[in-house]
């Protein structure tokens, strides 16, 4: 592996700052069909981190995000929340959002009646929601859309829809699986740069699942590389930068480093040199 790059992120809390959100601990996750897609995975993620999840297909990254959501039991192992009032569930009531690949947007529903949908299912009133609708919505950029319907939108627009419905409830950590892959690359690199500037506004913890070595190394505070199936961290480590992550640190030496890493790293984990 290549050393990676040494100087400070500004833009990433120091360890001290930061406090285990949620814990991983050895798990494995067999599903009834018999395939093994996690086994022995540990991973702990602090708040304030920026987490991409990046192996080969198929390794478990959806399994193990849908499992960090709830979405799915553990087989052995446990999820541990260290910082958050829990649920009967065994989930941090309302700190957890997920974005999927598509937008999953409701058609019969106008953009501010898709946003509105998870505080309506917390019994919040559309009146007492407008202004926190209108303020997401300003935030993802689509403040003069509220009244479009998802058919009107392109599909860059509709995912800032699903964007703004995952972060209208201020949740602590967000959940992205692969949200761009089906983008074409402008859109994809304009709402890489979206998703940055949300993390550092709201100091929002982000798991991001991807396959992309450029997409990981561009937008992540850390990377984890996971192992072909049954899936485990094959390596982690922090992704630091001194440079502001915009177009500029798109064509930087820095960049260009950071996937070279990443890359490398992705190749060790399909050919199974553990470095974790
Ligand atoms: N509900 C399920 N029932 C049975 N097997 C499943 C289920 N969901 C996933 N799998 C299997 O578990 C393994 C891991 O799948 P998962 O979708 O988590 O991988 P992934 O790394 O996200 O893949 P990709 O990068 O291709 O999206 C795969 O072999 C998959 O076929």
């Not at 499992?67 to 065994?90: E, F, M, Y």
């Not at 860059?156 to 089906?182: H, Q, Y």
Request: aromatic share 6%; with cysteine; charged share 20%.
């Amino acid at each position: 592996m290549t050393s990676l790059p040494s100087t400070e992120d500004p833009i990433t809390p120091p360890p001290e700052q930061r406090r285990a959100l949620v814990v991983m601990k050895d798990v494995s996750k067999v599903f009834s069909s018999g395939t093994v897609a996690l086994t022995g995975m540990s991973l702990a993620v602090n708040s304030g981190e920026f987490v991409s999840l990046l192996g080969p297909s198929g390794c478990g990254k959806s399994t193990a995000l849908r499992i960090i959501a709830g979405l799915g039991d553990v087989s052995k192992g446990t999820i541990d929340w260290p910082s958050s009032r829990i649920n009967s569930r065994g989930l941090p009531e309302g700190d957890i959002s997920f974005v999927f690949q598509e937008p999953t947007l409701m058609p019969w529903q106008t953009v501010f009646g898709n946003v509105y949908l998870p505080l309506k299912l917390r019994g919040i009133s559309r009146a007492a929601a407008r202004d926190d609708i209108m303020t997401v919505l300003a935030t993802v950029g689509l403040g003069d859309f509220a009244n479009a319907y998802p058919r009107e939108l392109s599909g860059g627009m509709k995912m800032r829809v699903s964007i703004a419905r995952a972060l209208v409830t201020k949740p602590k950590l967000l959940l992205m699986d692969e949200p761009f892959a089906a983008l074409d690359e402008i859109t994809r690199q304009k709402l890489n740069d979206d998703v940055l500037r949300l993390w550092r506004e709201t100091g929002i913890t982000v798991i991001f699942v991807t396959h992309s070595v450029f997409e990981s190394a561009y937008l992540s505070s850390r990377i984890v590389v996971m192992k072909a199936r049954p899936g485990r961290v094959h390596a982690d480590f922090p992704l630091k930068t001194s440079l502001l992550r915009d177009a500029h640190y798109r064509t930087s030496e820095e960049y260009r480093q950071a996937c070279e890493t990443v890359s490398e790293t992705l190749l060790e984990a399909i050919g199974g040199e553990d470095t974790h």
